[in-house]
């Protein structure tokens, strides 16, 4: 038998994931009134920005300019942490024609905290999901890892690389949300068990060579 903890407080939503549609998800619910939790598994990397740390693009531009005029902070942070900003494509036409900007990740994620932090109707909480509550067919709350029981209203699923991530290092492989972060394992499974088909996405992250130790003479 599993033995949990009942939190004394229900909330109207809660978001699972703090990167960059979690944020955005939960300040619009608290924004509207909705008393918000926001659970990660590492409150240090809320909104983090591995690999490349870029904030627009031909893509992704669009989406953050409709998240800046919905009132969203995505865009706001870029302009307090870019380090560079430029269009690119500007030698083409201006239907490929868009501005990025590389940010300061650590600056990013900091600022993004604050707001979190500083928004009414809104918490945080460094929490590890392992199931999802459904009572009557409709969301009842989350359980954690170490039994804490969550219940909530609504529930909103933003854990992008985090769902039984796995990390591929030639022809090793392991298991990690990113390198060197915990995986989600057991909330899979719990989507699995309500009727959600799971599948696996890769992100192709390229090997980060060392150019010195590189022969580059033909």
């Known amino acids: 038998m599993t033995y949990r903890t009942l939190y004394p407080k229900e909330y109207d939503v809660i978001v699972i994931g703090a990167g960059h549609a979690g944020c955005e998800a939960a300040l619009a619910s608290a924004r509207l009134g909705c008393k918000t939790l926001v659970v990660t598994i590492n409150l240090d990397t809320i909104a983090w920005m591995p690999c490349n740390p870029s904030i627009g693009g031909p893509a992704k531009g669009n989406l953050v300019r409709e998240i800046d005029a919905l ?3 995505m865009a706001k942070i870029t302009d307090r942490t870019y380090l560079q900003i430029r269009m690119l494509n500007s030698s083409r036409g201006p239907a490929v024609q868009s501005l990025r900007a590389q940010c300061d990740k650590k600056l990013y994620s900091m600022f993004m905290r604050q707001v979190l932090e500083n928004t009414p109707n809104l918490e945080l909480k460094q929490v590890l999901v392992d199931e999802i509550i459904v009572e009557d067919g409709q969301i009842a709350g989350i359980v954690s890892n170490l039994g804490m029981e969550y219940r909530c209203k609504a529930l909103i699923i933003a854990t992008g690389t985090f769902l ?6 030639g022809l090793k492989s392991y298991s990690a949300g990113r390198a060197g972060e915990f995986s989600a394992e057991k909330l899979s499974d719990s989507l ?9 996405l890769k992100t192709g992250t390229p090997a980060r060579v060392d150019k010195r130790t590189l022969n580059l003479i033909k």
């Open 192 to 200: 699995r068990q309500n009727g959600f088909i799971l599948g696996r």
């Open 71 to 73: 009132g969203g902070e």
């Open 164 to 169: 039984k991530g796995k990390c591929h290092v």
